[in-house]
Each structure stands twice: as C-alpha cells, then as structure tokens.
C-alpha cells in the first residue's frame, strides 16, 4: 500500500471522497465506485506490461491510500502508476482562488473544505468518447455502451476482475473497430459513426485531444472550438468535457441539472441566463460552482 498527500497544488485540502464521487464517470467501466468502501478502483495503463488495477481509499489522516492489486510492480511502474492516481484525483490542480470566492457564498462557503476536484480518466481521449455515450440517452444506455466498449476492445489488466476491468480502448482499437460492432455490440446507434471518427482522427495524429489538457496557455474559447469540432460533441459535450480536464468556465445545462437547479432554489422554472448570471462572479470557476452547487447532496 502506498499513499499520496491530499493537497492541492496551491497547498488547499482534498476532500478525497468527493473527488472520488464527484460526477457519474465514476460509475462507468473501467473505474468502479463502491459507495460503503468509500474507494474507487481505476485500470491504469503502464509503459510495458499489461494494465494495472488500482485502488484509491482513505489513508492516514490528509492522505490518500494507493493499494496496486496483482503482483508487485517494480520502482519504474509504481512510480509511474502513482502519477496516474494523481493524475485521476487533479491533485495537480490549484482550486485555491476559487475558495477565497467561495468562502463569503452562503451556498457554497462548505466547499472550501476540500470539494470540487472533478475525477479524470487517465486521457482526454477517454472523457470525450465516454461524453459522446452520455448525449440524448438515458444513464442506462451510457453504461451499456460503455461497457460494451471496455469488454471487447480494452487490454486485460493483471489481476483484473474480468472484462469490466479491462484498460478503456485505445484510440487505434476504437478506430479497427467496424460500423457493425458499433451498431450491433454497442447497439450505439447514431454515435457509432461519431465514435468511430474521433478514434480515427486521434489514432492518425489528426487531433491531438492530450493537448487541451496539456497546453495550460490555451484560452478556453480555443479549448471549447477545438470541442466542438469534434463528430458529436455539442455545447453540452464540450462543457463536459472542459470540467473533465480543469476548464471550468462554462456551465453544464442539461436536463438533469436544470430542473435540480431548480428544485434546490424552490422555483418552477428558471432559465439559462438566470442561471449563468448567478454563478457569473465566480468567472473561470462558473461552472465549477454551478456543479457543485446541484451536487452538494452527493456526499453526506
């Protein structure tokens, strides 16, 4: 068992188990949440050798415990497999400047506590194929396809609990896959076309998606544009995705977090604008906070 200081960047707390339960890709395989452990278990790919499984818990107080299932890597793998837990957490990221915003909010003075870290896959590339799952379906339908996907076209991991455990597809398999296993083993529907392109373009060096998440010195329009040009990403997918890899400058409206937003604010019906004008003061954290806002329930 190894562990990891929960810190931000900026020296501010980690509330690990809201990192952990931060949004529902914690729900999609390969990452597995168990709610009563309070851990989460993600495959994480190593530079050789087959994928590893690990688990992310509790650890002494202020830190993270690492627990790498299988044989015992070496010093190179583990260290390596240490970055992508951090990685997954965004424990790189400084969420300081938006607590001291946070702190005087009535709603969400509580997040300064160590909330709003958004759990990552270990690529961009696996939170954009996993949004594109989640547009015009229900949750149901997300997970399945997701599944599907992980099952026939991931890499075993050692000491993996099955297909379910298997390392998310790379952007090569995806792209070998044809329109038929789209269409009749993930029964994707329209999406099979979109998924598809996107692992093309990504396997052939055509888009660099590692980069949005890379270059810090990319302007979220810019961010957002190259978002959108991607086969079925829309306004939705991109905010998504923006909040998947620290952009936090726009606001994740659907119709789930519209009408919790607001049910939580006692009105029948609140548009768009009023919502964005709420959370405008927090600027680049806007839409950190609208979610956080809609998810404080989340998490006792």
Not at 102 to 109: E, K, M, R, S, V
Not at 255 to 283: C, E, H, M, N, Q
């Amino acid at each position: 068992m190894l562990e990891l200081a929960l810190r931000g960047a900026g020296g501010e707390p980690v509330d690990l188990y809201r990192t952990l339960n931060s949004h529902g890709f914690a729900d999609l395989a390969p990452t597995y949440l168990d709610e009563a452990a309070r851990t989460l278990e993600v495959t994480l790919r190593v530079p050789r050798g087959k994928p590893r499984r690990v688990r992310v818990g509790a650890g002494r107080p202020g830190r993270a415990a690492v627990t790498i299932l299988g044989p015992a890597p070496g010093a190179n793998p583990r260290e390596h497999l240490l970055a992508g837990v951090r990685h997954v957490l965004r424990l790189d990221a400084d969420l300081s400047g938006f607590y001291a915003m946070a702190a005087d909010d009535p709603d969400l003075g509580w997040t300064t506590a160590g909330a709003g870290r958004m759990l990552q896959s270990p690529t961009v590339f696996e939170d954009v194929i996993k949004t594109i799952c989640t547009t015009n379906c229900a949750w149901s339908a997300t997970v399945r396809m997701v599944e599907a996907l992980v099952q026939h076209l991931g890499d075993a991991a050692a000491a993996g609990d099955g297909p379910l455990t298997n390392a998310f597809p790379t952007p090569a398999a995806m792209g070998e896959a044809s329109e038929s296993f789209y269409r009749e083993a993930v029964r994707a529907g329209y999406r099979g076309p979109y998924l598809i392109a996107v692992a093309r373009s990504v396997a052939e060096g055509q888009v660099d998606l590692e980069a949005l998440a890379r270059d810090r010195e990319l302007p979220d329009k810019e961010v957002e544009r190259r978002l959108l040009a991607l086969p079925g990403v829309g306004p939705y997918a991109a905010a998504h995705i923006m909040m998947t890899i620290g952009r936090y400058s726009r606001l994740i409206l659907d119709s789930w977090t519209r009408p919790k937003y607001a049910r939580l604010t006692a009105k029948k019906k609140v548009s768009d604008a009023a919502i964005v004008r709420r959370f405008r003061r927090y600027g680049p954290y806007a839409g950190l906070a609208f979610w956080l806002f809609v998810t404080r329930d989340w998490v006792d």
